[in-house]
T-cell receptor
Framework: AQSVTQLDSQVPVFEEAPVELRCNYS??????LFWYVQYPNQGLQLLLK??????LVKGINGFEAEFNKSQTSFHLRKPSVHISDTAEYFC???????????FGTGTRLQVTL | DTGVSQDPRHKITKRGQNVTFRCDPI?????LYWYRQTLGQGPEFLTY????????KSRLLSDRFSAERPKGSFSTLEIQRTEQGDSAMYLC?????????????FGPGTRLLVL
């Protein structure tokens, strides 16, 4: 079954420091990858998505992710985080002809002063 | 776009009662999805509509669960004879009908607590 794995359940980081949230995928077919963010008591918001083409994808709020086929990874990065980036981040995939998203277990990004 | 809306935002019920949630998608979005998110987990797919047709259902959707989307607009998710294990956040999402890679836009969710 197609799936994504988020290796870190929590990532603490100081404000203005860089951050990387890790995501690995497993699939034997074409894969489309997404990062969503969930702020407390809110729904999910799309940060960015990889469909094809350039492996470096830029998203909203200064986030970017790099698709690496050889390592089956799609890690999310931001060069300098803010307090307001504190949230839960989910990696997800849509594979083959399915329309549903399959989510990872999430990574809690905690930004402190 | 006014966004996806869900009602109610919170629901507390006693075990054995029936509950119904409503989702209003972004206008002109043909696709509508329901997901369930339990504490500490990512959302899990429940079911999916294209217009009024329910095209796919997860094995998570037991026979106590039923979803409808009459006239291809809003959708309802009903849970009959609720169990404590049904306590979760129920998320609705909608998208345009332009292939599997179309962005899904999520509502704020309905948090259900079954006592």
């Amino acid at each position: 079954a197609q799936s994504v794995t988020q290796l870190d359940s929590q990532v603490p980081v100081f404000e203005e420091a860089p951050v990387e949230l890790r995501c690995n995928y497993s699939s034997s077919v074409s894969v489309y990858l997404f990062w969503y963010v969930q702020y407390p008591n809110q729904g999910l918001q799309l940060l960015l998505k990889y469909l094809s083409g350039s492996t470096l994808v830029k998203g909203i709020n200064g986030f970017e992710a790099e698709f690496n086929k050889s390592q089956t990874s799609f890690h999310l990065r931001k060069p300098s985080v803010h307090i307001s980036d504190t949230a839960e981040y989910f990696c997800a995939c849509v594979t083959g002809t399915a329309s549903k998203l399959t989510f990872g277990t999430g990574t809690r990004l905690q930004v402190t002063l | 776009d006014t966004g996806v809306s869900q009602d109610p935002r919170h629901k507390i019920t006693k075990r054995g009662q029936n509950v119904t949630f409503r989702c209003d998608p972004i206008s002109e979005h043909n696709r509508l999805y329901w997901y369930r998110q339990t504490l500490g987990q990512g959302p899990e797919f429940l079911t999916y509509f294209q217009n009024e047709a329910q095209l796919e259902k997860s094995r998570l959707l037991s026979d106590r669960f039923s979803a409808e989307r009459p006239k291809g607009s809003f959708s309802t998710l009903e849970i009959q004879r609720t169990e404590q294990g049904d306590s979760a956040m129920y998320l609705c999402a909608s998208s345009k009908d332009r292939g599997v890679t179309e962005t899904q836009y999520f509502g704020p969710g309905t948090r259900l607590l079954v006592l």
